[in-house]
């Protein structure tokens, strides 16, 4: 039996497999390692996909008919050219593993690695994949919206004109009033790493699994995170009143997580 609010230090193809009831999950938010970037596990970009399809195929298992799957990664450069492997992985996700593409979202992270002497511009994003099982799935969008900048102030001032018309059955001018909670969600997401030493080497941002989890599930559903590091979705999901499951193969990050985690009260709905 998986008790929620829990970490388990396990490897999560065998916890998917042996531990997790089919269609129990209704949103998972992980970020793997990446090809050929980390020490503590290393995955060549040339085996990366072939790696990671079985685990797309047990989260779609564990998934609730409509849940949410979002994936962090970033490609790399191999040999002087930029690796196809995370186009390769998303194509085979939505082919094999059953999976629907909802969006594609960017994370600007702001501030970049020096690359003064690269022949390309300097990394500062990332990917977030946003698969559905199925396209009906949770979407919130009030709780991400953000302040309308000036200038989209300034353009509700003036009718729309029929030619900016959202049909072509449209007639004549319409006002738009903006909305009072703001603006609609963008796919840019424009959030600093962390830029303290949280004891794990690659955490995302607490504020970067709060999108996700405010975005795609409601209050009481069960969030996993496979790759648990240093519990940042476990965070996200306790802040804002979700349950959560996390697996960490090193006991280190196990130990890690719930240092972080026992601070943070359960939310009150």
């Known amino acids: 039996m998986v008790e929620l609010n829990q970490i388990y230090n396990k490897n999560c193809l065998d916890f998917?497999?042996?531990?997790?009831?089919?269609?129990?999950?209704?949103?998972?938010?992980?970020?793997?390692?990446?090809?050929?970037?980390?020490?503590?596990?290393k995955i060549p970009a040339d085996e990366y996909v072939d790696w990671f399809m079985p685990i797309a195929k047990g989260i779609?298992?564990?998934?609730?008919?409509?849940?949410?799957?979002?994936?962090?990664?970033?490609?790399?450069?191999?040999?002087?050219?930029?690796?196809?492997?995370?186009?390769?992985?998303?194509?085979?996700?939505?082919?094999?593993?059953?999976?629907?593409?909802?969006?594609?979202?960017?994370?600007?992270?702001?501030?970049?690695?020096?690359?003064?002497?690269?022949?390309?511009?300097?990394?500062?994003?990332?990917?977030?994949?946003?698969?559905?099982?199925?396209?009906?799935?949770?979407?919130?969008?009030?709780?991400?919206?953000?302040?309308?900048?000036?200038?989209?102030?300034?353009?509700?001032?003036?009718?729309?004109?029929?030619?900016?018309g959202s049909s072509r059955n449209e007639k004549g001018d319409k006002i738009i009033k903006p909305n009072p909670l703001g603006c609609f969600p963008k796919n840019i997401l424009k959030m600093g790493s962390e830029t303290a030493y949280q004891g794990h080497p690659a955490p995302f941002p607490v504020t970067f699994a709060e999108w996700f989890v405010k975005g795609y599930s409601n209050a009481g559903d069960i969030v996993y995170d496979p790759f648990g590091g240093g519990g940042t979705t476990a965070v996200a999901a306790q802040k804002h009143g979700r349950k959560w499951i996390l697996t960490e193969i090193h006991q280190d990050y196990v130990d890690l997580a719930k240092k972080r985690i026992q601070d943070i009260p359960e939310a009150l709905f």
């Open 16 to 41: 998917m497999d042996g531990d997790l009831e089919p269609e129990s999950i209704d949103l998972i938010v992980t970020s793997p390692p990446y090809a050929d970037m980390r020490d503590y596990v």
């Open 60 to 164: 779609h298992k564990i998934l609730k008919p409509n849940g949410v799957f979002v994936l962090n990664i970033r490609n790399n450069v191999v040999k002087g050219k930029r690796h196809t492997y995370v186009y390769k992985l998303v194509d085979r996700i939505v082919e094999e593993a059953g999976f629907d593409l909802i969006d594609d979202i960017i994370w600007d992270k702001g501030k970049m690695l020096p690359n003064t002497k690269g022949r390309r511009p300097m990394d500062c994003w990332e990917f977030a994949f946003v698969f559905g099982k199925g396209t009906d799935v949770t979407w919130n969008p009030d709780p991400n919206r953000t302040p309308y900048d000036e200038r989209s102030l300034a353009r509700y001032e003036a009718p729309i004109k029929r030619r900016w």
